[in-house]
């Protein structure tokens, strides 16, 4: 495959405009129609970045004209749509969350696989500068085998206001933000094989909640824990950076304020400043979230056009959204999740 492939966006909302702008940046593909119920929508995103041609209807799926598509919806439509793709054919990358039950995400995923057509969900955290950078600290065996981590993404950033819908959603801040911190435990640590957690609901009003604190036990024996909130107020706000530390068997690697790891190693301390892209359209304080989204849409392209999985394939999500599930079901009992048993009891 060496002509440029042409993509369709399905979703012109509130984040499109960072996939809009990351597919610009991306070699060897393009998107060449946009697609919203809303017609305004539609011809505005299609205006605004000099696409040929936009759409209400996602059944041009099937007109042939397409390599690709970037369904950039919420999750409640992501089934329909990833049918949709799989039946004209059409490889599908997808904004996470994969669906809203993990009984959806099983169906979305064996009917690609029986169908041949691959699927990628859009988990980006891993792909910011700073996880890539540490990801290679940590396969280098600088600090020796990891024991463990924590992952911390806490912040009051106003989600409601370009998000309303997040004030009713039953499942909303693992959903929205925790499912890209479990993905990254996964991918800095390894897969997971019990899960605990506590959920709380500070703002007053929502339908779901807003703050969580969930406990990994990998496979190596190693645990994480992952929090999150919407409800934590710091001045600065250290939105949108995760913070923590990674500690093993001969040294600490932290994750601080800025954009900076500092490697405890060998009787030694040095910092790493990580450095944004500078890309021209990306703007403080999201630069660090922006610049993750291109590289995102380029690792898809790049396994697309090699024929190699996708670091986020469908069937690697289920185990994320595993962890996810099985957070949520801990909080409703107070029990400790064993992944094995709630994978036994959801498939088919």
Not at 156 to 174: A, C, G, H, W
Request: hydrophobic content about 40%.
């Amino acid at each position: 495959m060496t002509t440029e492939m042409n993509g369709l966006l399905i979703g012109c909302g509130f984040f499109s405009g960072n996939h809009l702008h990351g597919w610009a940046d991306v070699e060897g593909a393009r998107i060449a129609a946009v697609c919203d119920r809303d017609a305004d929508r539609a011809r505005g995103a299609a205006e605004t970045f000099g696409i040929p041609a936009w759409h209400q209807d996602a059944a041009v799926l099937g007109s042939g004209a397409f390599d690709f598509v970037d369904i950039c919806t919420t999750m409640d439509t992501h089934e329909a749509l990833i049918a949709q793709a799989v039946d004209a054919g059409v490889p599908v990358i997808v904004q996470k969350p994969f669906a809203p039950d993990i009984e959806t995400c099983l169906r979305i995923e064996a009917h690609a696989r029986a169908a041949g057509v691959p699927v990628m969900v859009h988990e980006n955290f891993r792909f910011q500068k700073i996880f890539r950078r540490l990801k290679e600290i940590l396969d280098s065996g600088e600090i020796g085998e990891t024991t463990f981590a924590r992952l911390s993404w806490r912040n009051d950033i106003d989600v409601y206001s370009n998000q309303p819908y997040l004030l009713k959603t039953e499942r909303f801040m693992i959903m929205d933000v925790g499912i890209h911190m479990l993905d990254l435990a996964r991918f800095l640590m390894g897969d997971a094989a019990d899960v605990t957690c506590l959920n709380q609901s500070v703002r007053p009003g929502l339908a779901g909640e807003d703050a969580a604190t969930i406990l990994l036990r990998h496979d190596s024996a190693a645990t994480t824990i992952v929090d999150v909130s919407y409800a934590a107020h710091r001045h600065p706000n250290p939105f949108p950076q995760t913070l923590g530390e990674i500690e093993g068997r001969d040294g600490t690697v932290q994750i601080l304020e800025g954009e900076i790891l500092r490697i405890h190693s060998g009787g030694a301390t040095r910092d790493e400043a990580i450095a944004a892209d500078t890309r021209g359209w990306t703007s403080a304080p999201w630069t660090q979230i922006q610049d993750s989204v291109p590289r995102t849409e380029q690792h898809f392209v790049d396994a697309l056009r090699s024929g190699a999985e996708f670091e986020t394939s469908a069937q690697s999500s289920l185990q994320t959204y595993a962890l996810a599930e099985a957070a949520y079901r801990s909080a409703a009992s107070g029990r400790l999740i064993h992944i094995a048993d709630l994978m036994k009891e959801v498939r088919p």
